[in-house]
T-cell receptor
Framework: EDQVTQSPEALRLQEGESSSLNCSYT??????LFWYRQDPGKGPEFLFT???AGEEKEKERLKATLTKKESFLHITAPKPEDSATYLC?????????????FGTGTLLAVQP | NAGVTQTPKFQVLKTGQSMTLQCAQD?????MSWYRQDPGMGLRLIHY???????DQGEVPNGYNVSRSTTEDFPLRLLSAAPSQTSVYFC??????????FGQGTRLTVV
């Protein structure tokens, strides 16, 4: 069964304290892995797409990497405005359409 | 650019009532979908559509109906609301790169 697991469930960092979020997946035929950011009371907002092992994408303090079994979202020198829930999703070719399977997210709190 | 617009933002229903959650997108995306988000369960796919006139069931379709008469609109109907349908509902459209764009969500409470 296709599955996406994110860890940790929650993470509290001090401003400037770098860390990583993990997204591990078991899918047959990965078509793409997506990272989203979700602020309280809002819909998820797209951050990155990764397609193949070894690929990396960067945006400001965030860098996403991908291996054959997992993806990491590295946060370098975070600021309080980086506080949010980060969601990972994988796209599988199962069925007639390519569905997205979401993890349950990591709630990140960055304290000043 | 409005993106994906959902209405209403909040709704309280009594058990057994029906209602329609509205979703509209202005990005000309063919693929649209509805998710529900519950604590500890992540986003779960209810129904999706790959184009006007074409819909299909997702992971948790029971109690919900959809239709897609135009590219822009994808309403979700609750036939007879139950407390188990208390949730936050998100509509999303996807571009050709499969990036999903979400609406702001509808917080539904069924009492």
């Amino acid at each position: 069964e296709d599955q996406v697991t994110q860890s940790p469930e929650a993470l509290r960092l001090q401003e400037g304290e770098s860390s990583s979020l993990n997204c591990s997946y078991t899918v047959s035929g990965l078509r793409g892995l997506f990272w989203y950011r979700q602020d309280p009371g809002k819909g998820p907002e797209f951050l990155f797409t990764l397609y193949s092992a070894g690929e990396e994408k960067e945006k400001e303090r965030l860098k996403a990497t991908l291996t054959k079994k997992e993806s990491f979202l590295h946060i370098t020198a975070p600021k309080p405005e980086d506080s949010a829930t980060y969601l990972c999703a994988v796209q599988t070719p199962r069925g007639a359409t390519n569905k997205l399977i979401f993890g349950t997210g990591t709630l990140l709190a960055v304290q000043p | 650019n409005a993106g994906v617009t959902q209405t209403p933002k909040f709704q309280v229903l009594k058990t057994g009532q029906s209602m329609t959650l509205q979703c509209a997108q202005d990005m000309n995306h063919e693929y649209m979908s509805w998710y529900r988000q519950d604590p500890g369960m992540g986003l779960r796919l209810i129904h999706y559509s790959v184009g006007a006139g074409i819909t299909d069931q997702g992971e948790v379709p029971n109690g919900y109906n959809v239709s897609r008469s135009t590219t822009e609109d994808f309403p979700l109907r609750l036939l007879s609301a139950a407390p188990s349908q208390t949730s936050v509902y998100f509509c999303a459209s996807r571009d050709r790169g499969s990036r999903a764009f979400f609406g702001q969500g509808t917080r539904l409470t069924v009492v």
